[in-house]
């Protein structure tokens, strides 16, 4: 059957919608590189910036949101477009609470750079770089359907959660050496759990996309296939 | 105009919807308070079974997912009806990662039963009380589509995060003071985070409710209405 208009405006749509999450994924990834970069350059106009950017990426949200709803009510789309477009609905909540996360870590950086440095912050922005990645792959996995892909992010996910046990434990000891670093680890730690969730969030991404791709659901244990 | 067969059918799996995700809700209810309570009763068997009846809670997600799309494909509802299935999609999502942080409350404090009590946790339940109304409150208002009790659940945010912050500081002096006491107060602080954190979710539940029900966004400072 050749392309009718009707199929020609829904590619459009589809088109559109991967343009815009790949934006707000750009932007969100940028949030999390910005917020570290404020905590270990010691930079608070650099995390103003960042709770002030925080009201594009909403937009954003709200602007996909809006889209999908549109292509729900005007294009109807059935098997695995409407699997697409769900899945989509689901995943701009997750990159909005991303968003969240980074201005979380950017008022906490505020806080410590009024007080003297704790340490080098070694593993913080390996941490910040892994759970970047982690979103980045995910969504790429999205847009391009690659399941593959999408479990890499999978896997990823073990490597994010022991570098965080390891600066919590870091942490841990810098307290207990002298009670006068406690507030300051205790902010740094909260940092690193930010971080851990941002993994999360790219690592409950993922699943959706091979649940997407596969039919098969890999959010839990017992997966089973669709109907 | 009299209402149809497909008007019947429709209805039917509005409520079908409806009661699955009352049940959802009922289910991490449960699970919160059953993990605070595993905490301060110091009851690791219970901590146990919150670990288990997580499985519970995933299966009723992929469940109500799968309702879901099957009335977007079934259906193919439009304006308000439309709006109620997508945010349904949502909202079961921010269900199941309460589910899972009360997983985590659960795990913290099979690890803390095995030391000796920290001291009484005096405000952990009432935090959990309250993230727990919070949820309570935020699905109830979507089941019945009311904006009045959706913003009330906005206004008891407040009240989460002040006493979260109390606890914190408790917590922060209980580490200044003995550095013995420096492993438990932190687990106690990322149990405090969890509760904050779910009742986050409900703040987001409810956002999407009001939404939902006024075509106006709450979820972000610049509130706009639908087209």
Do not use: W
């Not at 410590?112 to 390996?126: E, H, I, M, R, S």
């Not at 870091?170 to 940092?191: G, H, K, Q, V």
């Amino acid at each position: 059957m050749a392309a009718t208009h009707t199929d020609k405006a829904f590619e459009q749509d589809l088109r559109n919608l991967r343009e815009k999450l790949l934006a707000m994924g750009a932007k969100v990834e940028t949030l999390i590189s910005q917020s570290t970069r404020a905590l270990t350059d010691r930079d608070s106009a650099l995390a103003e910036q960042v709770v002030g950017a925080d009201r594009e990426v909403n937009r954003l949200e709200v602007d996909i949101d809006d889209l999908c709803r549109r292509i729900l009510a005007l294009r109807q789309p059935a098997a695995s477009d409407l699997r697409l477009i769900t899945t989509a609905l689901k995943i701009v909540t997750d990159l909005e609470r991303i968003g969240d996360l980074a201005v979380n870590i950017a008022e906490r950086a505020m806080d410590l750079n009024q007080a003297p440095p704790l340490a080098p912050y070694v593993d913080t922005p390996k941490l910040a770089e892994l759970a970047q990645q982690q979103v980045k792959k995910a969504l790429d996995a999205f847009v391009s359907g690659d399941a593959a892909k999408a479990e890499d992010v999978l896997k990823g996910d073990d490597l994010l959660d022991a570098l965080f046990l390891k600066i919590f434990n870091e942490l841990l000891a810098y307290m207990m050496e002298d009670s006068r670093n406690i507030r300051r680890a205790t902010a740094l730690m909260f940092i690193a759990k930010h971080l851990e969730r941002i993994g999360d969030h790219a690592l409950n991404v993922a699943e959706m996309v091979i649940y997407m791709v596969r039919g098969k659901d890999v959010r839990h244990p017992r997966s089973r296939d669709l109907e």
